[in-house]
């Protein structure tokens, strides 16, 4: 069982639609991360939240806007997707991000996102 | 910049054999972690061994291993043994600070 938590599993939506995509860990992380990962491809970062603050946005588009409620949550708010945004996306905890360290992160199961 | 390199897409094994997945990276840096993830079909990312590289022991967990030449900047990871919950793609990946930086990936089949 994974100690990340991604709900939900599958997610088809249109272009008009607004959709979230939710992340919870109950290990005490307090660095929280966004991945897209596309079909054969590695994972591709687009946000990190370091002690509930968003320290690295991957220029990522306006569309996709990620949240970080509490230190145990993550959020990414999707409007106006394209049919190309259609991906796995995985959400990641790590004790921190780095600045003691660099521990290994821990990937939730992910949710399989369609745009039609 | 950082960039991680894995040279074999595919890689095929008997049940049982050993395997090793190749991966070299290039960094500026000393002081940073190396990974390997596996994803199987299940699609969950899955640690399976990391290294310091500070540290001059090769990690060992179970029936993986790793071969850590920091001068070559070399860090491939044998499977002894190999069994068929194996199979999956092996991600190569690099840490320093905010960001881990991963490898294109090696699909490994266990062959029965």
């Known amino acids: 069982d994974t100690e990340v938590t991604q709900t939900p599993k599958h997610l088809v939506m249109g272009m008009t639609n607004k959709k979230s995509l939710k992340c919870e860990q109950h290990?005490?992380?307090?660095?929280m991360y966004w991945y897209k990962q596309k079909a054969k491809k590695p994972p591709e970062l687009m946000f990190v939240y370091s002690y509930e603050k968003l320290s690295i946005n991957e220029s990522v588009p306006s569309r996709f806007s990620p949240e970080c409620p509490n230190s145990s949550l993550l959020n990414l708010h999707l409007h106006a997707l394209q049919p190309e945004d259609s991906a796995l996306y995985l959400c990641a905890s790590s004790q921190d991000t780095g600045s003691r360290g660099h521990p290994p992160l821990h990937f939730g199961n992910g949710t399989r996102l369609t745009v039609t | 910049a950082q960039t991680v390199t894995q040279s074999q897409p595919e890689m095929s094994v008997q049940e049982a054999e050993t395997v090793t997945l190749s991966c070299t990276y290039d960094?500026?840096?000393?002081?940073?972690?190396l990974f390997w993830y596996k994803q199987p079909p299940s699609r969950q990312m899955i640690l399976v061994i990391r290294?310091?590289?500070?540290?001059?022991q090769n990690a060992t967990e179970n029936r993986f291993s790793v071969n850590f030449q920091k001068a070559a900047k070399s860090f491939s990871l044998k499977i002894s043994d190999s069994q068929l919950g194996d199979a999956a793609m092996y991600f190569c990946a690099y840490r320093r600070d905010d960001k881990i930086i991963f490898g294109k990936g090696t699909r490994l089949h266990i062959l029965p």
């Open positions: 960094t500026s840096e000393s002081d940073y972690y």
């Open positions: 290990m005490g992380h307090r660095a």
């Open positions: 290294q310091e590289a500070y540290k001059q």
